[in-house]
């Protein structure tokens, strides 16, 4: 019951937020016009991240003092078990926080690559500071960890936390091209974790499913508004859902396969995006629509088609991921789909003009 309770609050909290984030869009002034690498009709308020935030920041607050009010509310609350779950919510807040104010910054100074790149790397400092890091991989071999039971070194912790926050506050960034496709994208795999939490995880982590039905429940309240293209979320938003994505993929035991099952394509592409614009000459993290699904929608494909088959195609994953157990088994599939991801965006390259505008 608590579960849907979170669902529901998240969800009705923004769809109220979100008009409200639209009007400050226009009030301030942060919108955009059609025009360059933009093909969108009419001018749109891109705050929408901020109703985004609202609503996580608002509901995660709430089911985290709640049981702290009263006997009777805290025993219709999943019970913590992890002495450091407090300390790493208060992480997950702060950083979210951070990187939605941030983002509101980007989306009023439109700042170049360098000047991102450092607002992701504190991001990564706040989650390390609340321990929400990588300290073990599963060895997909054997039973048992990489590296030994003890994890790795805290110097290599550290560099594989950053480079998982930052590489996954890139992906979401570079796939914020089209309308309704990264709140899809998130929405399926918060369903994926949250589940994972409940059904797979030994032992279950109830505590820690509330927060990715929090994001599920914000992402489905945006999704009417971007998907009708009424608002975009911006870089506040993409920022603010690049960072909880990979913090929950850490929260509760690591879940970083799970992760990279749904989000894989994106993820690589922006290896393959970053590789790409060096040879050419250009910096690569720099806008453009030199991405996969700017050049599918330049070469005619109906953009709701296009992110309806984004989201089927992620949601396929996801079950993948839930009902397969076998280690080995994951890896090669995750291989398998590097080798297609990369096949696919060199016939897409091949396909439309390497444009930057």
Known sequence: MVFFATLAFAFLLTLLLTPLAGWVGRRWGLVDAPGGR???????????????????????????????????????????????????????????????????????????????????????????????????????????????????????????????FMGMMNTINFLDGAS????????????????????KAQPPQLSVALL????????????????????FMGSSGSYFLGFAVAALGIIGGARLATVMMVVGLPALEVGWLMYSRWRRGLSPGQGGRDHLHFRLLDMGVDERVLVVSYWLFCAVLGVFT????????????????????????????????????
């Open 322 to 357: 839930l009902t397969i157990d076998d280690r080995l088994f994951k890896l090669g599939a995750l291989l398998f789909g590097a080798v297609a991801g990369i096949a696919l965006f060199v016939w897409a390259s091949r396909q439309a003009p390497e444009t930057s505008a």
């Open 38 to 164: 933009r093909r969108h009709r009419g001018v749109v308020p891109r705050t929408g991240g901020l109703a985004l935030f609202g609503g996580f920041f608002i509901t995660v607050l709430l089911i985290t003092f709640l049981p702290e009010t009263s006997t009777a509310v805290a025993d219709w609350f999943p019970a913590r078990n992890d002495p450091n779950e407090e300390r790493r919510l208060a992480a997950l807040l702060i950083g979210s926080l951070y990187c939605a104010l941030f983002g509101l910054i980007d989306d009023r100074f439109n700042l170049s690559a360098g000047p991102q790149y450092l607002i992701q790397f504190g991001a990564a400092v706040i989650a390390f500071a609340g321990l929400i890091f990588i300290k073990h991989v599963n060895n997909p071999f054997a039973e048992g960890f990489l590296w030994g039971p003890d994890g790795f070194p805290w110097w290599l912790v550290f560099l594989l936390t950053t480079f998982w």
């Open 212 to 231: 990715p039905t929090a994001l599920l429940g914000v992402t489905l309240g945006f999704l009417p508004f971007n998907f009708a293209r009424r608002i």
């Open 180 to 199: 309704g496709l990264v709140a899809g994208v998130t929405a399926v795999l918060s369903t994926v974790l949250a589940l994972h939490m409940i059904f």
